[in-house]
């Protein structure tokens, strides 16, 4: 039986009394919940945070055009054993999110970050000890203990002289596992193997950009640069662990990353000689990928050195795997160039004759002409050959010319990108400029060879590194995601580089650069949707204590930015310029903060 009109109505006020009651306390949770999340770092003392758990993610993102959070009062600290924490690489979260990975496809070495709320919103600790790291040549050979107290890798290696321990040193003799006498004299024999004009790997300077997988201390790489050669020095966060920290201590270009099951983060023909020294893969695993991730990297031409048991062993199980491999690189249309002791150079085919003279079904096939070989951020690779352009095919060749030319000569591959010979020559001339005026900003502050590791986050063609080439330093070049096409144009210069997504955390240790550069790399980051908070603590994670800023972006984000320097401890020195506009400044009020970290401890905060 419906109520009478008369008891709707006396019903009505309790009801609505009710509903709005019951939005009242929404309204509040939700806003307690926005201001507790947003200002919990600076709600925190630091000593108080004691790193057990990941700090809930402190900073909104700034979206749609919503006023930026209240600059928080501090920022925690990590608790010390995190200090060479990789917040994308941290296979205590992967067990905390029970991610199911395959182990032995190696995803466990791969790039998996935490969600945002299970991010590590702290500042990175050096190790107790710590000091400022030995500058560059000399640092090839030695480095302080107490930056990186891990001495496992001494005595797992000791007859391999990859390394030694001497009082408060680390000493590296230039060993590795197939060259124990130096990697000096292991570079001159292939060489020797290839037949190259003086015993000079460099050839002319026609190789340039080698890939050394699996390459324990880097010491190949070390000593590469001395022959106008540079490596992009690769190893995964295994069980020695901390081998690519050595290597970046040491001022050697290296990063972290894995053969598993995504594309390594660099286009196609990016490399003249790939490398692996007893670098411990299975070659033949999934009908071949690996190698065929290796053919999508190297130029038309390029080496394989492999120097591995499979290589030269005569016993019945690595006389099995290198028959298979044979035959595996004979279907890929690779041949044998040299072999001699413990070593097989393998040589790439120049263009595109001998795939299409295979029999129909030849495994493995060629990969769809819907595949772009140049995508890499995220994607599979494939169990396909990547074949050459038309025009690599016709010219039998990548069309680059000898290093050092390379560096300010238009590549080949610009018009694949829409920019002119033209254009590429403009932004070189504009970023030696733009480096020149760096440099007199920073001449005060900067000690002879006190800056080796640079890192530049927007890398664009990579005029900045050009600009770099004169100084006896490094780069790590980073086109953000949405840019990934202009990698390859990193590479043609001979240069090296990754490709990233400045959400999330890059894999690297922490400590790692002496100079970062960001041009409106905070800009693009917050037109993501992203934290312009989060980036900073992610710049302070690889920073190296004493290291240098550079931030060129607009004066609205340096004057938010220059409110964090205190708090990031990047408040050593500092200095704010307005540039001289140029032909790539995208904003009219355009700033350039240069800032210096000092270098801090617990201990000593703690007795503040």
């Known amino acids: 039986m419906k109520p ?92 905390q999110l029970k991610l199911r990975l395959n182990l032995s496809l190696m995803e466990h070495y791969e790039h998996h970050c935490p969600p945002p709320e299970r991010r590590f919103n702290c500042r990175v600790p050096p190790p107790a000890g710590y000091k ?146 007893r670098c411990r893969i299975d070659w033949l695993q999934r009908d071949g990928i690996l190698l065929l991730e290796l053919d999508r990297l190297l130029r038309p031409g390029g080496y394989f050195v492999y120097s591995s048991p499979e290589a030269y062993a005569h016993d019945p199980e690595n006389r099995k795997i290198g028959t298979a491999m044979h035959d595996l690189f004979r279907r890929m249309c690779w041949r044998v160039v040299a072999k001699r002791d413990q070593s097989v150079i393998w040589g790439k085919p120049i263009s595109n004759s001998c795939y299409l003279k295979r029999g129909s079904g030849v495994q493995p096939p060629l990969c769809p002409s819907g595949d772009d070989p140049d995508a890499t951020w995220n994607v599979s690779m494939k169990a396909c050959i990547t074949p050459y352009s038309v025009r690599m095919h016709k010219e039998r060749w990548s069309g680059l010319v000898p290093w050092p030319r390379r560096l300010t000569a238009p590549p080949p591959r610009l018009e694949e990108i829409g920019v002119t010979p033209e254009q590429f020559r403009e932004d070189t001339e504009t970023w030696r400029h733009r480096v020149m005026e760096y440099w007199k900003l920073l001449k005060p502050m900067v000690q002879k060879n006190s800056i080796r590791n640079v890192m530049d986050m927007s890398s664009n063609l990579g005029g900045f590194a050009a600009a770099l080439n004169d100084k006896d330093v490094w780069v790590m070049n980073v086109i953000p995601v949405q840019s990934q096409p202009r990698m390859k144009i990193i590479y043609d210069r001979g240069l090296i580089g990754a490709t990233h997504d400045w959400c999330e955390a890059f894999d690297t240790y922490p400590r790692t650069f002496d100079l970062i550069h960001a041009w409106n790399t905070f800009t693009e980051t917050e037109a993501r949707g992203c934290s312009i908070e989060d980036l900073l603590i992610e710049m302070d994670r690889i920073l190296r204590p004493e290291g240098f800023v550079i931030i060129r972006d607009t004066s609205e984000n340096i004057s938010y930015i220059k409110k964090y320097l205190t708090l990031l401890k990047w408040d050593k020195w500092m200095t704010e310029t307005t540039p001289k506009g140029d032909s790539l400044s995208a904003a009219k009020d355009e700033r350039v903060l240069i800032a210096r970290k000092k270098l801090w401890s617990v201990a000593a905060i703690s007795e503040l």
């Open 4 to 95: 009478s009109r008369s008891e709707r109505v006396r019903a009505t006020p309790p009801k609505l009394f009710t509903y709005v009651l019951v939005g009242f306390i929404a309204l509040l949770g939700l806003t307690c919940l926005y201001y507790g999340s947003s200002f919990a770092p600076g709600s925190r003392k630091s000593d108080e945070f004691d790193g057990s758990s990941p700090a809930r993610a402190g900073f909104a993102s700034n979206r749609d055009g919503e006023s930026r959070v209240e600059v928080p009062r501090s920022i925690p600290i990590c608790d010390s054993k995190h200090s060479d924490l990789i917040p994308c690489l941290d296979r205590d979260l992967y067990h």
């Open 132 to 277: 400022i790291p030995l500058k560059w040549p000399v640092s090839r050979d030695e480095v302080w203990k107490a930056n990186i107290p891990h001495t496992h890798l001494a005595q797992e290696k000791s007859d391999q002289n990859w390394m030694v321990v001497n009082g408060d040193k680390i000493n590296f003799p230039g060993g590795g596992t197939h060259f124990h006498y130096g990697a000096d004299k292991y570079i001159v024999s292939l060489a020797q193997m290839l037949k190259f004009p003086g015993d000079k790997l460099n050839n002319g300077g026609s190789i340039r950009n080698v890939l050394d997988i699996g390459c324990g201390v880097a010491s190949f790489g070390a000593y590469l640069l001395s022959h106008d050669i540079i490596a992009m020095s690769l190893a995964p966060n295994d069980v020695h662990q901390n081998q690519i920290q050595f290597a970046l201590e040491r001022g050697i270009p290296s990063t972290l990353g894995v053969l598993g099951t995504k594309r390594l983060p660099y286009p196609s023909r990016s490399f003249e000689l790939a490398h692996c020294s």
